[in-house]
């Protein structure tokens, strides 16, 4: 009986690791979501046939040019998806901008969360929930002590909340049974509150089963800077993500910004010994832990962008699920430059890109 359960755990570890290995081969040959879940093999005798097939010559990953990996065939339709990664990276949305009776600044955003489908891969699609049609949702921008106010739109068939990271009364916590609470389809809220503490946080859905809301998209970046602000900057957000295409609670494609290998395509361009500033999140579902490893130099790191002072000079950082900071960097030289998640699979699997340094 032992060794039955014993070889059975086995069989499963191996269909496991074989099925995540078959992943970087498929969608390099741009199938669809239905195709994608028809080579996945999901018995022992389906995965060790792919296995044989795989290295048979089946399509694989693009080695060479893009470094770890890359996909084959067509790009990605951002035009179809309604947003586009490269946009996203230097897209701040500050809101409609008032001024209150005492002065205060007031800020307003809407807020509405949708389903709709997206392509993350050439040729996968994802049945995916949004916040105002794009994944990650407006990074929404403000100064330490503004007032916020957020209308919050649940154009979805389930519901949706919004929960900030930050300090805020319970009441705008964006939870079950504590202030609005979950708000049902066709429904909406306020959430209001002050900016505060200073620093690099995010917002998602809150609403159970939580795995499935985040993992489905509904996350955004949101930045509150000090009131003395920070040096001027090159400045950019990444929201590290990743897509269970086949519902296996496991990701089969991993990305920044939504979209592998988007940054690696076509490589974010930025300008020598211009200080540039990254504002990293990690919202990735189903891993314990996310990573970004910079190549061919080094970069401040301060954690949750709460202080002004860096923790350390690394070329690599690990977050788990909700952690954030801000990378600051300088580079010396031109040329392109690679970074990518510190766990293999991951960069192979799409979360991989390059900044081109020029004069």
Same mark, same amino acid.
């Given at each position: !009986? ?8 086995i ?12 992943l970087?081969?498929?969608?390099a040959?741009g199938l ?11 018995k022992?005798?389906? @995965? ?8 048979a ?22 035009? @179809? ?6 946009? =996203?990276?230097? $897209? ?24 709709h ?12 929930w949004s916040?105002?049609?794009? =994944?990650?949702?407006?990074?929404l ?7 916020l106010?957020?209308k ?13 990271h930050g ?9 079950a ?5 979950d ?44 009131k ?6 090159? +400045? !950019? ?5 990743g897509?269970?295409?086949?519902f ?13 290998f @988007? ?16 504002y ?8 314990? =832990? ?9 970069? $401040?790191?301060?954690?949750?962008g ?20 801000i990378? +600051? !960097? ?12 510190h ?6 699997l799409g ?6 340094v020029?004069?």
């Open positions: !009986m032992t060794k039955r359960i014993f070889r059975h755990a069989i499963q570890l191996v269909t496991r690791l074989t099925r995540r290995r078959l970087s081969a498929v969608p040959v669809g979501a239905t195709a994608l879940h028809a080579a996945i093999p999901h022992h005798g389906n @995965a060790a046939a792919a296995e044989h097939d795989m290295n010559g089946a399509g694989g990953a693009a080695h060479g040019s893009n470094g770890h990996a890359g996909f084959r065939g067509r790009e990605v339709d951002h035009r @179809a998806n309604g947003f586009d990664p490269h946009r =996203i990276l230097r $897209d701040f949305d500050t809101g409609k901008v008032s001024r209150l009776p005492n002065g205060r600044t007031l800020r307003e955003w809407t807020i509405a969360a949708a389903e489908e997206i392509e993350i891969a050439p040729g996968v699609k994802f049945a995916a916040y105002n049609g794009r =994944i990650p949702g407006p990074t921008r403000a100064t330490e002590g503004d007032r106010r957020i919050f739109i649940n154009g979805g068939r389930h519901p949706h909340t919004i929960h900030f300090i805020h009364p319970a009441s705008a916590d964006g939870v049974g504590i202030g609005p609470g708000i049902p389809p066709g429904g909406e809220t306020v959430y209001e509150f002050d900016a505060t503490p200073y620093g690099l946080h995010l917002y998602h859905c809150h609403v159970r089963p939580l795995a499935e809301h985040i993992a489905k998209g509904l996350y955004g970046a949101f930045l509150i800077d000090p003395d602000p920070r040096e001027k900057a090159d +400045e !950019m957000v990444m929201v590290m993500n897509f269970d295409t086949n296996d609670r496991a990701n089969e494609v991993y990305a920044a910004n939504t979209i592998g @988007a940054y690696s395509e076509k490589p974010i361009r930025i300008k020598r010994n211009e200080l540039v500033r990254l990293l999140v990690n919202v990735l579902e189903y891993d314990l =832990i996310n990573s970004f490893h910079l190549h061919g130099n080094f970069f $401040d790191y301060i954690p949750t709460t202080s002004k002072k860096p923790s350390e000079l690394t070329d690599t950082v690990m977050l788990c699920q909700g952690q954030r900071g990378l +600051e !960097m300088r580079f010396p030289y031109t040329g392109r430059y690679m970074f990518h998640a766990q293999s699979e991951f960069t192979e979360w991989m890109g390059f900044f081109e020029t004069d």
